[in-house]
């Protein structure tokens, strides 16, 4: 972790996480009654799920977004159903206008304090729905970072390395003192690697024992290594 000088973070499961209260409310409005802990509990694992390369390859990451959810419920012990499908178009549709990823855990404004003060750059490299900075702005994040690229205004999505390159050029960073962080192996860190960075996981939930890249618990534990 020496001489890092930019950071680059993906937003949703790194900065931001859904909406777990909305979703369980919305949920609840079509008869499928889960406890927003019982979905926050099972998301890493859904995750975990999805995170395999041939799922990688073969899908964007709108698509995804429909699979994960459905991993989400099955994980938290629910089948699919009409009432749940009923719930997710609701939810896609609030997405779409506002960002369903608007949790931001308690933890994360002080580990970017901290994260501000240990490099010269943050920035935001995430495949989003062309939400993200009004998003950040929304949530009181925006103002810890010098720029921030979204895959649907930038027309590419991790991991293709393009979207680093473009990253790369806008802040006027380096590759050689550049990091950057996120939360899914085969989009963050391999993506990463394949523009030429290095790489950190941040496994919340202890999942990738085997991963061959260092790996955090949580952006404290980040700040924690980068000081």
């Known amino acids: 972790?020496?001489?890092?000088?930019?950071?680059?973070?993906d937003a949703g499961g790194v900065?931001?996480?859904?909406?777990?209260?909305?979703?369980?409310?919305?949920?609840?409005?079509?008869?499928?009654?889960?406890?927003p802990e019982a979905l926050a509990a099972a998301e890493p694992?859904?995750?975990?799920?999805?995170?395999?390369?041939?799922?990688?390859?073969?899908?964007?990451?709108?698509?995804?977004?429909?699979?994960?959810?459905?991993?989400?419920?099955a994980e938290a012990g629910f089948e699919r159903s009409a009432g749940s499908d009923?719930?997710?178009?609701?939810?896609?549709a609030?997405?779409?206008?506002?960002?369903?990823?608007?949790?931001?855990?308690?933890?994360?404004?002080?580990?970017?304090e901290r994260l501000r003060r240990s490099v010269a750059r943050l920035v935001?490299?995430?495949?989003?729905?062309?939400?993200?900075?009004?998003?950040?702005?929304?949530?009181?994040?925006?103002?810890?970072?010098?720029?921030?690229?979204?895959s649907q205004l930038e027309g590419v999505e991790k991991p293709d390395p393009r979207l680093f390159d473009i990253a790369l050029e806008r802040s006027g960073a380096s590759r050689e003192t550049t990091l950057h962080v996120g939360d899914i192996y085969w989009i963050d860190v391999a993506g990463a690697r394949a523009a030429g960075l290095r790489a950190v996981l941040l496994d919340a939930a202890g999942l990738y024992e085997s991963a061959d890249c260092p790996r955090v618990r949580s952006l404290g534990e980040l700040a924690d290594m980068l000081e």
């Open 1 to 9: 972790m020496s001489k890092i000088e930019t950071l680059f973070l």
């Open 94 to 112: 609030y997405h779409a206008e506002h960002n369903l990823w608007e949790l931001v855990p308690d933890d994360v404004p002080p580990a970017l």
């Open 124 to 150: 935001v490299v995430s495949n989003a729905n062309g939400r993200l900075d009004v998003m950040l702005e929304r949530l009181g994040l925006r103002r810890f970072f010098d720029l921030t690229l979204d």
């Open 15 to 35: 900065l931001v996480f859904p909406n777990w209260r909305r979703v369980s409310a919305a949920l609840a409005a079509h008869g499928v009654e889960v406890a």
């Open 86 to 92: 009923r719930a997710l178009e609701e939810l896609h």
């Open 45 to 73: 694992h859904a995750k975990r799920r999805i995170d395999v390369p041939d799922q990688i390859r073969q899908s964007n990451d709108k698509e995804r977004g429909w699979t994960y959810f459905n991993l989400l419920l």
